[in-house]
C-alpha cells in the first residue's frame, strides 16, 4: 500500500469521527472509548490501516467535542425569553424582499436580571426591511431575546448553530451608536454583493430575478412560494442553491467558450474567472464554498491522476470540516456540493460515452451529463433532508440541464455591464430572460404532470448509509470487471 492510501484512511477516519458525534452525540466517553481502541491496536501491532483510521477517528470525535456549544455565565442563550439590551457590531447583511436579517457579535449584555456587561455571543436579528443597516455599523438593540427553536420538522436551532447563532431576537428597537466599524475588506465584499443583488432587480422582472439571484448566489428568499414549489415538484430545487454543481458547469461554458485556446489554457481561463466572480458577488462562505468544489470538480474532469484528485478532495473536506465541524451534518448544502463533486468525478465518466450523439453546441452534451451524475450522488441527501422524490426530475433535468449554463453566464455579462454601460445590460438581459423563461416554463408544465413528486417520510440512516454503499459496490465492480474478463480468457 502507497503513503497515499493511509492518508486517505486517515482522514476518512477523520470525517467519520465528526459524523459519528454529529449525528449520534455521544460525548466525552465516546472519545475515550476511541482512544482505548486506538490504545489497544497499537499494544495489539494491529495492521497501520486500523492504527491510522482509529488515531483520526479520535481526532474527529475530540474535535467535535471542543466544538460543542457550552452555556456560561457570559452567553446570551442562558436569558432566553428575556427583555434584554445589546450593544454589538453588525457583521452581516441580509436584505429580503419583506424584511431584513442581521447578524449581529455582541459585545456589552444587559437584561432585566443581569448588570450591564461584557458578552459572548452572536445574535441573528430580524426587523423591517427600512431602515436598513451596514455591515460594521456598532448598533444598540433593545426587545426579547429568544430560542431558534424548531419549525415543524425543521431544527432551526441546528441550522444556525453552524454560524455560531444560538439565540434570536424579532422586530428589535435598533439603534446606530458608529458606523464603519467591520474590516475593510468585508465591508467591501458585503457592498459589492448588496449591489450586484440591486442590479439583478434592476434588469429583472420578478420572478426571473430572483431565479437568476438563485442561480448565481443562491439567494432565493424572493422566488413565490407557488414557484418554489414547482421547483421541488420537478426535483430542481438545486439549481438555484449555489453549490459545486452550478460552479462547475459555468467552468463548462467558458472552456467552451474558449474551446479555440489550448484544454490547458482554457481551464486555467475558466478558473481565473471563478475567482473573479467569486469576489463580485461577494465572497459569502456559501459562494467561496462552491467555487472550490466547483474547481475541484473540473480538476478532477480534466487530469488522468485519480489517486491525486481523491487525496485534493478528502484535504478539502477535512481543512473545511476541521474549520467547522457542524458543516457536515448541518449543512445541506455542503452536502450537496460534495456529493455533486464526487458524482462529477467517480460518475461522469460512465455517462460520457452514452452522450456522444448529444450536441457540443453550448457546452449542451457536458452539461447534461454533469446534471445527471450529480442527481445520482445528491438524490439520497435530497430526500433524507426535504423527504419527496420527484420521478419527473431526470426528464426535467434533461429539458433545463443545457439552458442553465448560459442562464448564469449571460446574467453575469448583464449586471457586469450594468456597471459600465446600461444599454449593453439590457441587451444580454433579454437574453437571459428569455432562457429564464424557458426554465420557468419547463418546471411549469413538469409539475402538473399527474404523481410527479411522491412524498418519502421517515427516511433511515440505515437507507441513506445502504445507497452509498450499493453505488461504492457497483461502481468498484464495473471498474474492475474488464480486468476480470481479461483474467478469465474472454
Known sequence: MGRSFYIITGLIGFLAGVLLYLIFKPGLFIGVLGLILFLSSFLL????L????????????????????????????QYWDQKVELSGVIREVDIRRDHAKYKVEVEIFKSSVAYSRNAVGTVLVSSEKYPQFSYGDRVKIKGDLLEPGELEDFSYNNYLSRYGIYSVMRRPKIEVLETGQGNLFWK?????????????????PEPHASFEAGLLVGARKGIPPDLMEEFNLTGLTHIIAISGYNITIIIVFVMWLLRSLPRKIAFYCAVGSIALFTLFVGASPAVVRASIMGILGLLALNTGRQSNIHLTILWTAFFMVMHNPKILWWDVGFQLSFAAVLGLIYIAPHFEKYAEKLPEAFAIRESIVLTLAAQVTALPIIIFNFERLSLISPIANLLVAFALPPAMFFGFVAVLFSFVFWPFSLVFGYITWAILNYIIWVIHVMAHVPYASVNIPGMQLWMLFGYYAALIAFLVYIERAPLLKVRSGL
Not at 45 to 48: A, D, G, N, S
Not at 188 to 204: G, K
Open 188 to 204: 467591501a465584499m458585503t457592498d459589492l454583493q448588496l449591489s450586484f443583488m440591486e442590479r439583478i432587480n434592476r434588469i429583472f
Open 50 to 77: 486500523i492504527f491510522i483510521f482509529l488515531a483520526f477517528l479520535c481526532f474527529g470525535l475530540f474535535r467535535s467535542i471542543l466544538a460543542t456549544h457550552q452555556t456560561d455565565f457570559y452567553t446570551l442563550d
Open 45 to 48: 501491532k494491529k495492521t497501520k
